[in-house]
């Protein structure tokens, strides 16, 4: 009796031919890779076609990433036990492929959810200091977990316990600098719409620390981020590329969103991709 779970691999996608050959070289011995693309008008199809991976069909025009994300998710929930989620331009590390193998041996059952260590990297080179290395639900089981319609940050629900490991992935994009900035003033319309949300609503669900920032005075709150980033959490050991992402995320991008919440200039513009981003 064969008592294996199943797994598919499940990788959301838009314009991504920069980084799509590397992504899918990871799985190659992998037999149940799945790509959900939206829109992608560069070669990504074209590469795609040249694996042995299947595309996910689908008429819709997703209003967000989250919907984007359990339409595929529902797609493999009625083949798969286990649906593991990555991005185009992530890294797997061979904790990641232990992981998976222990999937497979129905090792997770008595679990819903499994989250894993994302780790950033900037201008080539990983980050290990200054407190970006983030846990992220990734692994889902079948029917149990779903997103959340969410602007920023996708949240999920899930019917059961989470397991949280050390298995790392590696937010690796191969972009220049002009794409990081295109990308994060998008975000930045997406983050000044929430931040709205919590100053207007007064949230209940909002944390501590997200609290104290929402209520902190606009443009001296990136400074005092920055600050906590880069020498309370030893940012400054990462070198040069620390202090460029520092610089990058902590002031430039936060001081977009606060701009933004100044000026009003929170809308979409009629541009989809500003919601979906991926």
């Given at each position: 009796m064969n008592n294996l779970s199943k797994v598919a691999i499940l990788i959301p996608t838009c314009n991504e031919e920069i980084h799509i050959h590397?992504?899918?070289?990871?799985?190659?011995?992998?037999?149940?890779?799945?790509?959900?693309?939206t829109d992608s008008?560069?070669?990504?199809?074209?590469?795609?076609k040249s694996f042995n991976v299947k595309l996910i069909k689908h008429e819709i025009k997703f209003r967000s990433f989250a919907q984007k994300l359990n339409f595929g998710l529902d797609f493999l929930y009625k083949s798969y036990d286990?649906?593991?989620i990555i991005h185009a331009d992530e890294l797997i590390t061979y904790s990641i492929k232990n992981l998976?193998?222990?999937?497979?041996?129905?090792?997770?059952?008595?679990?819903?959810a499994i989250s894993v260590k994302r780790k950033l990297s900037f201008l080539g080179k990983v980050l290990n200091y200054g407190g970006y290395t983030t846990n992220q639900l990734r692994i889902f089981k079948s029917k149990k977990v779903f997103y959340k319609?969410?602007?920023?940050?996708?949240?999920?629900?899930?019917?059961?316990?989470?397991?949280?490991?050390?298995?790392?992935?590696?937010?690796?994009?191969?972009?220049?600098?002009?794409?990081?900035?295109?990308?994060h003033s998008a975000y930045s319309i997406n983050q000044a719409r929430k931040s709205k949300k919590y100053i207007n609503l007064k949230d209940p669900n909002i944390g501590l620390v997200q609290n104290l920032y929402e209520k902190s005075p606009l443009f001296l709150r990136?400074?005092?981020?920055?600050?906590?980033?880069?020498?309370?959490?030893?940012?400054?050991?990462?070198?040069?590329?620390?202090?460029?992402?520092?610089?990058?995320?902590?002031?430039?991008?936060?001081?977009?969103v606060?701009?933004?919440?100044?000026?009003?200039?929170?809308e979409y513009q009629n541009n989809i991709k500003h919601k979906i981003l991926e």
């Open positions: 590397r992504c899918l070289n990871q799985f190659k011995s992998f037999s149940s890779i799945y790509i959900i693309d008008t560069d070669k990504t199809i074209d590469i795609i286990w649906v593991f998976i193998k222990k999937l497979k041996e129905n090792k997770y059952k008595n679990y819903s319609d969410s602007e920023i940050d996708e949240k999920v629900e899930i019917n059961g316990k989470s397991l949280e490991t050390s298995c790392e992935i590696i937010d690796y994009p191969l972009n220049n600098y002009s794409v990081w900035l295109d990308k990136c400074v005092i981020i920055f600050l906590f980033k880069y020498i309370i959490c030893l940012g400054f050991l990462d070198g040069k590329s620390g202090l460029a992402y520092s610089v990058s995320h902590n002031l430039i991008y936060r001081l977009m606060d701009v933004r919440l100044l000026s009003g200039d929170t």
